[in-house]
């Protein structure tokens, strides 16, 4: 069974640009979660999507937006980007809810310059 | 304030040494569950064992074993024999179902295991 899969790995972008970002999760599985992870900051929330429904956000501004499609693969979004947004950025899917084990991708490096 | 809390940030022993690290974790819900997660460098989370709160059994599983105590608030994660491969960054992750079971992740332990 193939896991979770994000691309791309790795992204360099220039202050002012947008970023998109892809999750594939395992096969049958309809929650995803997306994470932002700096030394600064360690691991923090960012929202979680199920059945094309975002059910739960973090602390981050509106400039972070993601969405999931029919067959539960999810894009996040940062429009502007600004320095302090160079991270990895890891997906996570799960069964159905925060509460089953989430299983997490290789994330995507994002570096703004 | 921190719901998990992980006060050890880097830990070496030399290899065969018995290690533990530590969590913290703070929550008025009376449902929720407890994880740990190991982040080599190559920075995919592997999870490692998932706890609820009505299960208060220590486990073990092969190297590794955990010891969940509700009466300190604590969910501690021992291996033992360490080895170079244990090395990595360990995550100790509280899910609450009052917060919509939303993942929240201590700072981690940088754990090096010398040869």
């Known amino acids: 069974k193939a896991g979770v899969t994000q691309t791309p790995r790795y992204l360099i972008k220039t202050r002012g640009q947008q970023v998109t970002l892809s999750c594939s999760p395992i096969?049958?599985?309809?929650?995803v979660s997306w994470y932002q992870q700096t030394p600064g900051q360690g691991l923090q929330f960012l929202f979680e999507y199920f059945s094309e429904t975002q059910r739960n956000k973090g602390n981050f501004p509106g400039r972070f937006s993601g969405r999931q499609f029919s067959n539960s693969r999810s894009e996040m979004n940062v429009s502007t980007l600004e320095l302090g947004d160079s991270a990895l950025y890891l997906c996570a899917s799960s069964l159905v809810t925060g509460r089953d084990i989430q299983y997490f991708g290789a994330g995507t490096r994002l570096s703004v310059l | 304030a921190q719901k998990v809390t992980q006060a050890q940030t880097e830990i070496s022993v030399v290899e065969k040494e018995d290690v533990t690290l530590d969590c913290v974790y703070e929550t008025r819900d009376t449902t929720y569950y407890l994880f740990w997660y190991k982040q080599p460098p190559s920075g995919e989370l592997v999870f490692l064992i998932r706890?609820?709160?009505?299960?208060?059994q220590n486990e073990i599983s092969g190297r590794y074993s955990w010891n969940f105590q509700k009466s300190t608030s604590s969910f501690n994660f021992t291996i033992t024999a360490s080895q170079v491969v244990d090395s990595a960054v360990y995550f100790c992750a509280l899910s609450e179902a009052i917060t919509g079971n939303q993942f929240y992740f201590g700072t981690g332990t940088s754990l090096t295991v010398i040869p």
């Open positions: 096969s049958g599985h309809r929650s």
């Open positions: 706890r609820n709160s009505f299960d208060e």
